[in-house]
């Protein structure tokens, strides 16, 4: 099944039957925690609530909600709420983690443990946002805007790697990835434009498959046909990707909070690679947006 919005994906996680545990560190979030109280409402989910138990109580209560309903850990410190999130999952005593109010820094340092974290033996995780095209014509996918600062060429092909398993989850079959920089011609002194003439050259090669890969590709050339056309740009990917590849973390940022806060895309942010999907969303997000981080993250938990 291809899905084309989220409301399809709601829909499916709906009809499942499905109903895990998320644990939320720092859920003393006037934004994570009604997300949490939305999918318990809506029979998906229980809640585990890790963080300041007083503001917890009182945000619970402002949302009509009963505490008993919830299992409720109080701790004051962002980096130990984190671990006792991921922990808890590593023991079995909750499915997904979920970031509230704390620096993707704290949380990230729990996740990417070595000894108690949800990193895989040799894998790397990165960031996906993705955001809803409108009219039910389905996702784009931008990677990496939260986890890689400034990745090689190496971890480029894993975080490509990574969003294509994302897509496919979606029922995206073959994905087209852009790689972007600001131009289409390879040119040394712009490093982004290298790394995607290499990236697209290993696809051609084999080295990469699941996904047609081009670049590099300006922005407009990788989403619009006839910017691709007015410029005579050629490749596998012109004017039609489903998956924007950002050189850096930086422009990921930028890219996804511009679409978001002007253009007031629907989105939503997820974490890839890991051994359990991770509920990780901007602390700015609203709670529709984290919402919908949940679902998805629900949804691979059904197609596993």
């Not at 996740?111 to 895989?120: A, D, H, Q, S």
């Not at 995206?172 to 600001?182: D, G, H, N, Y």
């Not at 679409?259 to 942010?269: P, R």
Request: aromatic share 4%; proline share 5%; with cysteine.
């Amino acid at each position: 099944m291809k899905f084309q919005s989220f409301a399809q994906i709601e829909e499916y996680v709906l009809s499942s039957g499905i109903q895990k545990r998320i644990v939320l560190a720092n859920a003393h979030d006037a934004h994570s925690l009604p997300a949490l109280i939305d999918a318990r409402r809506k029979g998906i989910a229980e809640g585990i609530l890790i963080g300041h138990a007083d503001r917890i109580l009182a945000l619970l209560s402002g949302e009509g909600e009963k505490a008993e309903n919830y299992e409720i850990i109080d701790c004051r410190e962002d980096a130990e709420c984190a671990r006792l999130a991921i922990s808890l999952v590593k023991e079995g005593k909750a499915d997904l983690p979920m970031k509230g109010l704390m620096q993707t820094s704290d949380f990230m340092r729990a996740v990417l443990n070595k000894e108690t974290g949800l990193l895989p033996k040799g894998g790397m995780i990165s960031q996906v946002t993705l955001v809803e095209k409108g009219d039910n014509a389905g996702f784009l996918y931008i990677t990496d805007c939260a986890i890689n600062i400034s990745p090689d060429l190496t971890a480029k092909k894993k975080i490509v790697e990574n969003v294509v398993k994302v897509a496919g989850l979606l029922g995206v079959e073959e994905p087209k990835v852009a790689a972007l920089s600001a131009l289409e011609v390879p040119n040394p002194k712009i490093p982004s434009t290298m790394d995607a003439q290499a990236l697209q050259e290993a696809w051609e090669a084999g080295e990469i498959t699941g996904c047609r890969i081009g670049g590099p590709l300006a922005l407009d050339n990788a989403v619009s046909p006839e910017a691709a056309a007015h410029k005579g740009v050629e490749g596998p990917v012109r004017g039609d990707a489903d998956i924007l590849l950002v050189p850096d973390l930086a422009c990921g940022n930028i890219l996804t909070k511009s679409l978001i806060f002007f253009a007031g895309a629907v989105s939503c942010g997820l974490v890839t690679g890991t051994e359990k999907p991770v509920i990780m969303t901007s602390r700015t997000d609203t709670p529709e947006n984290k919402h919908r981080g949940i679902l998805v993250s629900l949804l691979s938990t059904i197609k596993a």
